[in-house]
């Protein structure tokens, strides 16, 4: 363990310094290594020279950044001078917490601690239904949800770390979840959207913010607002009649800013109803504000998120768009963690670039990287470590860095390989389709979920090269576990995917070979095969399961549980049915007796995209 004399050692750095020790392995020892502090108002600076050291900080989390990197380079035992000044007053992580995976306290406090290292000073916590309001004790039930003391809590925690945590929620749509409630039910305008203009509504609105709020120091709130399409459509639609959206969204917006001004809250919301509002597509570069709009907005900050274009020029007219509402203006960036399994690190890199330096051009003063878990919160925030270092060296520098500097970086802050991380963008980016991922096609995802005898993107996956490049994968992945310094349960998890994936795709082909040519050899191959794979997935879940455990609650992971025993109980199923027809029990299967039929458009820059629901089967699961 390394020892270090901080000279002198700050009041307000002893709290986080205390977390950080064993997070970096070091201690604090006057007979350590002499390292001089320096409050700084300009840019942040770090010297080794062997011997001794010095760091100069211009923010408490900067400093963590800096002695993240001192001592990397004390174990090293390189000498190190680097200066670098910040482009952004607030920058952080918005991490979703709200599909399925919701992090639970340890899991919250490893993610601030890596946002510690990278030096970012805010985080959202993305809630809408998991944390606990006293008044509705149904809200967040068996969601996962963080009670007012685990908050408090957390914010302690990232406050000595110099990281401000500012709750992120809901106070319009994207509400589908709670509203299953009998409580929510007269608050429905349609499903997930709230009842505007409803007494009731804002009753319950002033107790989800004080509850979303109060556990906080900060007097910041995000309150959502974004993609309510469906707004006063609904009972609203038959208690009012036709009303334009533009009246009914102004009307709501105004009273629930009156509420965050009640509590002394500085409100924020996602800006793309007010492109809906003025008659265009959300990040039409077209759009102008109609001077009515304007003028009746509130005074409520406006975040664009926009993690799909990688033309820096798009987002600067986007931002300068955006600027002509009058308010404070907010960029969200992404890391690709909801494209399927595995991140989209070829679109991440793509998107995140673009819009930082767009950010900087127009001088935005707050920008966010989110982390999205769209149907499940299937891929672990952690694969998402490289794409979090690429977003704070943007913060840290008025360039991008190029990927041998990313490398260095990555290593330097947590000491990790790049190599390994960029083969997890080999799930979804095959090698025959455009580089880069941009229609964020996710091949392993369908595959993973395909049906062994009816599978329905099979037309689309009919190419020898998917399963090569699935097998090289799998030899890839296993090469670079190799050579790491220590277990990984996150890397395993993806070999063995991979493995899984290359398996499942070459028994699913040698079925609808070995029926269509009436050859019973390749068929005992396949039921064999199908044996195999079971086994494989159970060790797929049981690794995923391990993984989620300790990052998020328990709550949430029943779901990937079904997942993967549907997975399991389907090969079970094939291989009955395939040795009923082995077995000369019956003549045909009317499952392989199908044509396979191609779905939607492919193309060099996609082979679909599908959901959990909208792979596995074409049929109901569930509803009336």
């Not at 900087?360 to 952690?382: A, H, I, N, R, S």
């Not at 963008?425 to 991922?437: C, E, H, M, S, Y």
Request: aromatic fraction near 10%; include cysteine; charged fraction near 20%.
């Amino acid at each position: 363990m390394i020892k270090l004399n901080l000279i002198p050692l700050p009041e307000d750095l002893k709290p986080g310094l205390a977390i950080m020790g064993s997070e970096l392995n070091f201690q604090l020892d006057s007979q350590g290594i002499a390292i001089q502090v320096n409050a700084v108002k300009t840019a942040n600076h770090v010297h080794y020279n062997g011997i001794t050291g010095e760091i100069s900080y211009t923010s408490r989390v900067s400093f963590f950044r800096n002695l993240t990197v001192l001592i990397h380079q004390i174990k090293q035992q390189e000498a190190f001078d680097h200066s670098e000044t910040v482009q952004f007053t607030t920058t952080g992580v918005m991490v979703d917490m709200s599909r399925n995976a919701a992090l639970h306290l340890t899991g919250l406090k490893k993610l601030i601690r890596l946002q510690a290292r990278l030096g970012l000073n805010s985080m959202l916590l993305y809630m809408e239904d998991v944390f606990a309001i006293p008044e509705y004790p149904y809200w967040g039930y068996q969601r996962g949800r963080l009670s007012e003391d685990e908050l408090r809590e957390a914010d302690d925690y990232a406050n000595h770390l110099g990281i401000e945590l500012i709750p992120c929620i809901q106070t319009l749509g994207h509400l589908l979840n709670p509203m299953r409630w009998p409580f929510m039910q007269s608050l429905a305008d349609t499903p997930g959207i709230l009842l505007v203009d409803d007494p009731r509504t804002y009753q319950f609105l002033t107790a989800l913010i004080q509850a979303a709020s109060r556990p906080f120091r900060t007097n910041k709130i995000h309150i959502g607002m974004d993609e309510a399409h469906d707004l006063g459509r609904g009972r609203y639609l038959d208690q009012h009649g036709l009303v334009p959206q533009t009246e009914i969204m102004l009307a709501h917006i105004k009273k629930v800013v009156a509420i965050t001004e009640t509590l002394g809250l500085k409100p924020v919301m996602w800006s793309d109803m007010w492109f809906q509002a003025a008659g265009y597509n959300y990040g039409d570069v077209k759009t102008k504000f109609p001077p009515e709009l304007k003028k009746q907005i509130p005074a409520v900050g406006q975040m664009y998120w926009d993690y799909y274009n990688d033309n820096q020029e798009h987002y600067e007219e986007l931002f300068k768009i955006h600027q002509e509402l009058g308010q404070p203006v907010s960029f969200a960036t992404g890391v690709w963690t909801w494209n399927g399994i595995a991140p989209n690190y070829g679109k991440t890199l793509a998107t995140m670039k673009a819009g930082m330096n767009a950010a900087k051009v127009t001088k935005l003063d707050t920008v966010y990287v989110t982390m999205w878990g769209d149907d499940g919160g299937e891929t672990p925030f952690t694969a998402a470590a490289l794409g979090l270092q690429y977003f704070a060296d943007q913060v840290y520098a008025k360039k991008a860095p190029d990927m041998s500097q990313l490398a260095l970086s990555f290593h330097q802050y947590q000491e990790k390989s790049s190599q390994i991380y960029l083969l997890l963008d080999k799930f979804d980016q095959l090698p025959f389709l455009t580089a880069g991922n941009p229609d964020a096609t996710n091949p392993s995802k369908i595959i993973l979920y395909e049906d062994l005898l009816y599978p329905l993107y099979a037309k689309n996956l009919d190419n020898p090269q998917i399963i090569k490049h699935y097998q090289l994968l799998t030899n890839e992945l296993a090469g670079a576990i190799a050579k790491l310094s220590k277990p990984s349960l996150l890397f395993n998890f993806y070999h063995l995917l991979a493995e899984v994936i290359s398996l499942k795709l070459t028994v699913i082909q040698q079925i609808h070979t070995a029926y269509q040519t009436n050859n019973h050899e390749i068929m005992t191959t396949a039921i064999k095969a199908i044996t195999k794979l079971s086994d494989l997935l159970t060790q797929l879940r049981d690794y995923h399961r391990e993984i989620w455990y300790q990052l998020y609650s328990p709550f949430g992971w029943e779901v990937l549980d079904i997942r993967y025993g549907g997975l399991i109980s389907r090969c079970d199923s094939a291989k009955w049915r395939l040795l009923q027809w082995q077995n000369g029990q019956v003549n045909e299967l009317a499952e392989l007796e199908e044509p396979q039929l191609p779905l939607g458009q492919t193309s060099q820059t996609s082979l679909g995209r599908g959901l959990y629901a909208d792979t596995v089967t074409v049929s109901k699961i569930s509803g009336v």
